[in-house]
C-alpha cells in the first residue's frame, strides 16, 4: 500500500496541488489558478492521477466558510462565500471518488495551526493559535493537541474590537461587521485609510502603530479565552518590517501582566514558512489517518 | 471502599461544602465564611470529618487566578488576588493531606461550564461556554469534551470589547484594564455608572440596552474564536428580568447571520440553578476520577 498522501492547498486565488508523505517531505507540487470549481477540481485530480494515483490519503486545507460536520450531507462542501462560483462548491467529494481513500479537510488556518503546533512555532506546547493578517484576517487554535471546532471551524477575524483613539473616522471594511478585527487589520482595510499596504507606509506614519494597537487588542482577547503558549502570526501584513514588535509592545501594555503568558514571548511568527500550506494539508490527513 | 465525594465551592465570600456521589445526589452541605486561609480550610476540613471522613476524591471549583500545572509546586494554589490573605494560598494541599485521596480543582466557571455540559443547559453539544455575569465576570469552555485550559485557566471577562455609542464617557471599573468586558458589564460597572443595580434601574433605562448591547458583542467574540453550541449566560447580573432576551436580540443583530449558530437558540440560561457551585465540584472529581 502506498504511503504517499495527496495534499491540496485550496486558496480563493491558487491551487498549490502536491504529494507528500509521514516524513514531511512534499515530493512534487504544481500550481493550478481557482476558476470555478468545475474546472480547477479536476484539473487538481488530473495532476495528482499523473503522480501515479495511489493515495494513502488525501489532506485539503482550505479557503471557507467550510461545514465540517461530519453527520451533513454538505460535509467539505464551501458553504456561502462572496467568491463567485463556489458557494456551496463540494471540494471533498470528487477528491474521495477519484482515489478511494480517506479525505480530511480543514480551513487553512486550522491546518496552518495544526502544522505548526506539530512541527514549526508551537512544537512542545499544549496550545497554540494561528492566525494570519493578509487580505482577510483568519485564524485557528490547537488546543490539548487537537483543533478548535464548535458548531463550525472558527472565523477568528471576526472578534469584535475596541477603537484606537485615533483611528475613530473609519468605519471598518468588513462588509458583515464593519470595525471587526479583519474590518480594522486586514490589507484592504489600511489601503482603505492610507492609500498603501503598511509596509509601504513610511516607518513613522501612524498607520503601523493603529495596526499593532489593534492586533495587540485582539491577543488580549485570544489570551483570555484561550491563554495560548504561542500566538503565531502570519500572511501578508505580519512581513511589515517592525510589525511583530509593535504588537508584543503594545499587547504588554494592554494585558498589564494580568494573563500567564508574557507577549513577549506568547507572540511569535511562523516557523514553516511558504510550506504552511501543504504541511497544513498534511497534518490534517495523518490527523486524521492517526 | 466509599463512592462519596467531598465538594468544595470555593467563594470569595464564602465556602460551600458538601459530600456528593456520583448519581450527583448532594448529600449534605454546609456554609463556611471565607474569611483566611488558616481559618476557613480547616473548619471545611472539620465539616467534611465530621460527615465521615472517608471519601473517594474531593472536587473543588474554586475562585482565581488558580495554578492548574500539575508540574509547578504552587499547583492548587491561589495566585495573586486582590483579596486580602489569599493571595499564594494552598487550596488543593490540605484537603489532599487531610482526605488522603485524588483531589481535582480547578475555577468554578470551569466547573461549572462542566456540569452544564455533562447535565444542564449543553447537554448533548459538542461545545458549552459558561459565562457568569456578576460582581465580576468569568467564563470557561468545554470543547469537544474537554475543558479548554492554555497556560492557565481561561480569564473570559478580559476580553477586548468596543464601546456602546452612548457609553463612551465611563472610562470602565476593571482595576487591570479598564474597559474590558469585566470593566463595562459586571454589577460594579453598572452600579459606578448609575448608582443603582441594573434590576434597580427602570425598564426603559439606557442601562438595560447598554448592557445588552456590550455583553452581545462578547458573545459574537466566543462566536468567532469557539463557536459554541450553547452559551450559557448566568451570575447575578444576567436575573435582571428581560436582559437574555435583549443579549440575544443584540447579538443577531452583532452576528449579522455570519457564524453557524443563531444567537437566539445559541445564547440561553444555566439549567443547573444554585447547585452549580457543588456540581462543579462533583464534575470535576469525576471527570478527574476518570
Known sequence: MSDRIALIEAGGTKFIVGVGDASRQIHARTRIDTTRPEETIPAAIDWLRAQGGDYAAVGIASFGPLDLDRASPKWGHITRTTKPHWSDADIAGPFARAFGCPVAIDTDVNGAAL????????????????????????????????????????????????????????????SFHGDCLEGLAAGPSIIARWGASLSDLPADHIGHDIIAWHLAQAVQTFQAILDPAR??????????????DRVRIRASEAGAGYFAGDPSRVITSPALGSDVGLLGALALALRAAG
Open 115 to 174: 502544522a505548526e503546533w506539530e512541527w514549526g512555532a508551537g512544537q512542545g506546547t499544549n496550545s497554540t493559535l494561528y492566525l494570519t493578517v493578509g487580505t482577510g484576517v483568519g485564524g485557528g487554535a490547537v488546543v490539548g493537541g487537537r483543533l478548535i471546532h464548535g458548531l463550525s471551524h472558527p472565523e477568528m477575524g471576526h472578534i469584535r474590537m475596541p477603537r484606537h483613539p485615533d483611528d475613530r473616522g473609519f468605519a471598518g471594511h468588513c
Open 231 to 244: 500566538i503565531i502570526l502570519g500572511g501578508g501584513v505580519m512581513g511589515t518590517p517592525g510589525l511583530l
